[in-house]
């Protein structure tokens, strides 16, 4: 499955983005579903992570309660609406389908990663 994500880009300390992951190749419903995110000079770390069936979730305790993770599996797209930015928020975001977990080495297929900014 091919992995596309968008959606990302300036905004300022409290705002809202809504990020996109769409799928190709393959059914993004065979997969969990997961967002990563790596800040410049920091390690990737877990952000949030779907079930196939979008009924459960889990989120780092850095975004819980801020950020939301959903899917369609009928449109084969993933989404992360985050809310009540931060600046240290500021990252590239990267989805990515494979097993659930909140390991990055448990995911087979990336997307490109989408920049979100945030300003104080």
């Known amino acids: 499955v091919q992995l596309q994500a968008s959606g990302g880009g300036l905004v300022q300390a409290g705002g809202s983005l809504r990020l996109s992951c769409a799928a190709s190749?393959?059914?993004?419903?065979?997969?969990?579903g997961a967002w990563f995110r790596q800040a410049p000079g920091k390690e990737r770390e877990f952000v949030a992570v779907i079930s196939w069936s979008g009924g459960t979730t889990y989120y780092a305790d850095s975004v819980k309660g801020r950020f939301t993770i959903s899917r369609d599996n009928a449109q084969n797209t993933m989404y992360l609406q985050m809310n009540s930015l931060k600046p240290e928020d500021t990252a590239v975001y990267y989805c990515?389908?494979?097993?659930?977990?909140?390991?990055?080495?448990?995911?087979?297929?990336w997307g490109q990663g989408t920049l979100v900014t945030v300003s104080s």
């Open positions: 190749g393959r059914t993004l419903s065979s997969y969990a």
């Open positions: 990515a389908a494979g097993t659930y977990g909140i390991r990055w080495s448990g995911y087979d297929h």
